[in-house]
């Protein structure tokens, strides 16, 4: 079964400018997460998104933004793009239920610069 | 809320010495537990959970146990290589929320 991919798996980008990073879970995942990385914070939850809604979010701005759809892939979006930005976005998916046993398998991230 | 806590890094060890990297963890309700792996330039790849308290989780020849009573889950290994270097991190997710709470990381570098 393949895995989880994110494209593109690197991006510059300048101050200002928009950017949207690509996620597509495992078949049969109906969850996917998105999680920011960086040296200084760490790995941080941005949101779930589980059926086409969001169904968690993370304590991010406003500019940062998800969506899934009807065939579980999801894209999330930064707007207004800022130097702090500058990590390495992780998606996650999972089979997305209640029970504790759902685990939630990685992608290999998407390196966004921002200059 | 939730935190996990993992020991300070990073970690230098010779190969085939025994390997333990200390995680301990607060959350609401019981928690599951886990330990991924991250080789450089790379994403997360899961090594091994824990869902109830006792349980042992293990793979690849390492093992964690989850210690209720310590809140703890420490990961271990008997004999390490230098192919597992790597930064390892603990993570835990509890109750109807799926967002995983993670530690800080843990360099660990095995010498030859």
């Known amino acids: 079964k393949a895995g989880v991919t994110q494209t593109p798996r690197y991006l510059i980008k300048t101050r200002g400018q928009q950017v949207t990073l690509s996620c597509s879970p495992i078949?049969?995942?109906?969850?996917v997460s998105w999680y920011q990385q960086t040296p200084g914070q760490g790995l941080q939850f941005l949101f779930e998104y589980f059926s086409e809604t969001q169904r968690n979010k993370g304590n991010f701005p406003g500019r940062f933004s998800g969506r899934q759809f009807s065939n579980s892939r999801s894209e999330m979006n930064v707007s207004t793009l800022e130097l702090g930005d500058s990590a390495l976005y992780l998606c996650a998916s999972s089979l997305g239920t209640s029970g504790k046993t759902d685990t939630q398998y990685f992608g290999p991230g998407t390196r966004l610069t921002v200059l | 809320g939730n935190s996990v806590t993992q020991m300070e890094g990073p970690v230098t060890l010779s190969e085939e010495a025994f390997l333990t990297i200390n995680c301990t963890y607060t959350?609401?309700?019981?928690?599951?537990l886990f330990w991924y792996v991250q080789y450089p330039g790379e994403g997360l790849q899961l090594l091994l959970k824990a869902t109830k308290a006792d349980d042992k989780g293990s793979n690849k020849g390492f093992e964690a146990t989850y210690r209720k009573e310590t809140t703890s889950f420490h990961l271990e290994k008997g004999s390490v290589q230098v192919s597992d270097s790597a930064v390892y991190f603990c993570a835990l997710s509890s109750g109807s929320a799926r967002q995983l709470t993670f530690g800080s990381g843990t360099q660990l570098t095995v010498l030859p």
């Open positions: 078949s049969g995942h109906r969850s």
């Open positions: 959350a609401t309700g019981y928690p599951s």
